[in-house]
């Protein structure tokens, strides 16, 4: 098991060579359910919402930031694997991996409504104007929030290398940033050009959670951000822990 996560991180920092790589240090540790499979998560007035998947174990949750309890959890029927969320003008936005449809949620957890997309849903954030979705290749879709139909896609390329894999999104201070699944970085792109302008390497969190859930599948995916204070939160699938941390720019 060693082995292969050392194997996981190799390819994480095989990712870009001359594309600035950030460091970080933890602000505060917090619980998380060992048994979420995170795919989603955001930040909205001192709560967490939370997505995960597999299928007959997919929810939409609502968590207590500081204890990591489940406050309230609505569960996906067990045909669908659950993928990545968004809170855009009050409304709650989640994925499925392959059935090519949405739904979309109050914040109390009540479902409103269902939306439809012609590819595989994986991470899903805004940008304040558009939805933007990943399907785990090197492209982003910018959804018309009010059709829910794509208006443009964007490729995303680190030292002109298309990056595969886009998972779960967060938008932060003008930069779209993007779990790489079964990596240990977080991308951080340009909006308009799609390019990689920074990788932020999170490999020692990787450790502490892996020391506790060897898992394979307990992979770093997870990032939500509190804009008010500029706190930025990361965890992963599997995680006991969640990180509120600082990037170091280097």
Known sequence: MARAFFALLFLGLGLAQTTPVWGFR???????????????????????YEGTGLYGQSSLRKVELKTGRVLQSHRLNAAYFGEGITLFQNRLYQLTWRNQVGFIYDLSLRPIGRFS?????????????????????????????RTLRPERTLTVRADGAPVERLNELEYIQGRIWANIWMTTRIAIIHPQSGAVEAWLELGPLALLAQARNPNPDAVLNGIAYDDQNRRIYVTGKLWPYLFEIEPIRR
């Open 26 to 48: 933890v602000v505060n540790t917090y619980p998380h359910d060992p048994a979420a499979f995170t795919q989603g998560l955001v930040y909205h007035q001192g709560v967490l």
């Open 117 to 145: 997309y012609e590819t595989e849903g994986w991470g899903l954030t805004h940008d304040g104007r558009s939805l933007i979705l990943s399907d785990g290749s090197a492209r982003l879709y910018f959804l018309n929030p």
